[in-house]
């Protein structure tokens, strides 16, 4: 009781971020698995990362401008000082998923070895923009690697549920579709829907999440909440919005719950709400091969 009221005191914002992490991955995450699009995901998070460490070489500073236009100074807790990292893994992303969306018009590559190539590509760049960063900025990007829940900050959070209510938004308003193109493509070109175009609006959905939460809290948390809710969720539902729910709630109750072990037990919140989760994806799947 007494470490559920320490971390509850000195990291609520990291509790509140953790949720609402969870919940954008595992809603973006139903999409993506649906999709049979999951190497997309594992490419996304790279990418952001690549885009972040791009960000710290200082070739192209947008927070400069942005000083220069809204006036002040861009210290280091300032909305600039944090525009650059999020505004290049974003921009990084959506180049991605663009490129993605037109190789259903091609047969020469598949899908998986054009992601495959763009998943390499990130990780080398990642690598080089690094090794040409300032020496103390680099702990920084590796912090985005390791993605350590408990550095969530109230910025960050605000961020976050900006971000959940976009994503719930788009899900919501255009839900026809997303069920259409997502699960019954056939149905949705009979209804004279264009499913290259509601794919591409949702892959820039996914696109514009991931990067943003990879930003705050790390690219094995994202990718792991984007696969691992998700397939729970398919596993125990049976229909579409009971996946949609069991993955929100599973992404949801697992990263705090984490947070507290780690803290608990001295282990990085990251890897141990990855862990927690795949406890959780082998209890459910021993259930299902034992009373189904």
Known sequence: M???SQVLEFFPYAIIGSIIAGI??????TFVVTQRVVFLGAV??????????FSFLHLFNISDWL?????????????????????YSLLFAIIVVLIFSQTHRQKILTQDSILGIIFVTAISARIMFIQKSPVAEVSEIEAILKGDLLFIGQTE?????????????????????????????????????NSHFWLLLFYIVVGIGISLTTRFVGDVFTFAYLIIPSVIGIMLAKSVRQVIVIAMLVGAILPPVSLFLAFKFDFSSGP????????????????QKIFK
């Open 157 to 193: 959070v605000f961020v976050l549920l900006g971000i959940l209510l976009f994503t719930i938004a788009v899900f919501t308003i255009f839900s026809k579709q997303l069920k259409f193109v997502t699960f019954d493509s056939e149905t949705a070109r009979a209804h004279g829907i």
């Open 272 to 287: 141990t709400a990855v862990v927690s989760a795949f406890i959780i994806f082998i209890i459910v799947y021993i259930y």
């Open 67 to 87: 000083t220069n236009l809204l006036g002040g100074t861009a210290n280091a807790n300032s909305f600039q000082h944090h525009f650059d990292p999020a505004f």
């Open 44 to 53: 996304l998070t790279q990418v952001a990362v690549a885009g972040v460490a």
């Open 24 to 29: 954008i991955c595992s809603l973006l995450g």
């Open 2 to 4: 007494e470490i559920i």
